[in-house]
């Protein structure tokens, strides 16, 4: 406050121009004539000294602001660093205090709370490090990985911990609580560990790489999946690890399973929603396309692709197609899966319009004006109030298309099912909007929920076929996923 003082009284200093003296006293009994100077000086006053006390308010109110927020910000973390002491999370809970104090060093539930978790979180440290030496003196495998970083994380922990809580030992001037913490010096233990888990990496890199060779050396499809992913946790490892990346690139390119999407057949004998067994096959493709995890291991035979080598060897995919036709027709095109279905079933239907029973809404409002004499006899005039009426007609409309079928993934080499399912999806649309009737302020009382400003046009038979294979499609792609990775 003295800053803001001092800087108040400066301002108001150079800004205020003060009225001078008059040399002179007006004769008794004449008429005292107004100075033009004195009076402009005095305005001046006035003028300025309005302006100091608004620009002392805002710098007021704007401290009491910054100071409010403040408290409500160091609230905040006090009450998370609170929860985190309860729940015996010692270290999150020593960091949450601290940053309370750093906003406000005179918070007594901060300085007690960091007193008391500042030790058990280095204790807890402490002791989890020492176990996870005592598990990880050896490399064994990838979990000798993750407990040597564990250690280099907690004793990161314990210097940031210990060189926050040195702040506060600082910014904070007197407390009944014990906040002199005594720092410990871990950089000799950090460098080790960050050798230890250096090497444990390297360690594990080099065992990934030998896996993956073998695995490779054997062959197969499956073999060479598996050989890409021992490879690529290799580079997880170790970034550029010996020639693992193009071990990984040539592994995974021997692991892919090639897939063909056929065409769905249409059994429906419904034609109005247009090519619905190709938007299918076209959708379903997009939708596995987009998913890149699964992808990493497969690849879709392109539309183009599959439709000049079923013309090349004249071949007729139908979902209904046996084992040993689909083992022959997959190995002339050169894929390991196949995924074919038909659709039975497909239709939609614009419900008949719903007039929902209409009500009546009211609101009070001014209708006019009247005069009227008050108690001192004098005519005044006021607002007259009444209710005004509107009648509120709700209505409704919808469309549904549906559609079934039944599709399957089969294996080219066996010619057996690895995965089939049924297709049922249902799209809805629906339009509901109100028509009134009466008077429009009565009416500015229906609140909309979910209405619509007027009636829509319903979507044609092709945007609802969109629609309702968008769904599909997704819900399709999901479970393919799990069956062809």
């Known amino acids: ?69 403040s ?28 940053k309370a104090l750093k906003i ?41 990985v993750r407990q040597r970083a564990e250690i280099v994380a907690n004793y990161k922990n314990i210097k940031k911990l210990g060189r926050q809580a040195g702040e506060i030992s600082r910014i904070v ?33 080099e065992m990934h790489l030998q896996s993956g060779l073998k695995l ?16 690529k946790k290799a580079l997880h490892h170790v970034p550029n690890y010996k020639e693992c990346q193009s071990l990984y690139e040539e592994a995974r390119r021997d692991g892919t399973t090639r897939i063909a999407i056929f065409e769905f057949e249409n059994k429906s004998g419904i034609t109005q929603f247009g090519a619905i067994g190709e938007l299918i096959s076209d959708k379903l493709t997009s939708e596995l396309l987009n998913n890149k995890d699964a992808m990493e291991f497969v690849e879709l035979v392109s539309r183009d692709e599959l439709a000049v080598l079923v013309n090349e060897h004249n071949l007729n995919m139908s979902a209904d197609l046996d084992g040993q036709s689909i083992t022959e027709h997959g190995k002339l095109l050169g894929v390991h899966k196949v995924i074919v279905g038909k659709v039975t079933q497909i239709s939609s239907e614009n419900q008949p319009k719903i007039d929902q029973n209409p009500y009546k809404v009211s609101k009070r409002v001014k209708v006019s004006t009247e005069n009227y004499v008050n108690s001192s ?26 559609i079934s079928g039944a599709y399957k993934v089969l294996d080219v080499k066996t010619g057996k099912i690895i995965y089939s399912n049924q297709i049922q999806e249902t799209y809805t649309w629906t339009n509901k909007w109100r028509t009134y009737k009466g008077d429009d302020r009565a009416i500015k009382t ?36 799990n069956k062809i990775k």
């Open 104 to 144: 406000n060093p005179k918070k007594k539930k901060a300085q007690e709370l960091l007193s008391f978790s500042y030790e058990m979180a280095i204790e807890n440290l402490q002791e989890e490090t020492e176990e996870l030496k005592s598990e990880s003196i050896t490399f064994k495998d990838d979990n000798t």
């Open 71 to 98: 408290a409500q910000s160091a609230g905040a973390h006090i009450s998370k660093a609170d929860q985190y002491y309860k729940n015996s999370n010692y270290l999150e809970a020593s960091f949450e205090a601290i």
């Open 216 to 231: 490779k050396k054997e062959g197969g499809l499956d073999n060479n999946k598996l050989a890409a992913k021992a490879f």
């Open 377 to 402: 006899g004098k005519v005044k005039t006021r607002p007259v109030y009444g209710e005004v009426y509107a009648m509120v007609f709700e209505h409704k409309k919808t469309s549904v298309a549906t």
């Open 446 to 481: 229906v609140k909309n929920n979910g209405y619509s400003q007027g009636e829509e046009t319903p979507p044609t038979n092709q945007q609802m076929a969109n629609n309702l294979l968008a769904v599909l499609s997704g819900k399709m792609s999901r479970s393919v996923i």
């Open 1 to 69: 406050m003295n800053n803001i003082t001092q800087h108040a009284s400066h301002y108001y200093c150079q800004n205020v121009s003060w009225p001078t003296t008059p040399s002179h006293k007006p004769s008794t009994g004449s008429t005292p004539t107004l100075n033009k100077s004195t009076s402009t000086k005095q305005y001046t006053v006035n003028s300025s000294a309005r302006n100091f006390i608004k620009h002392l308010l805002c710098m007021i109110i704007g401290l009491l602001i910054v100071n409010s927020l």
């Open 173 to 205: 001037k007197s407390s009944k609580y014990n906040l002199d913490f005594e720092r410990i010096d871990v950089n000799e233990p950090l460098a080790e560990a960050n050798e230890e888990l250096a090497e444990a990496k390297e360690e594990a890199a």
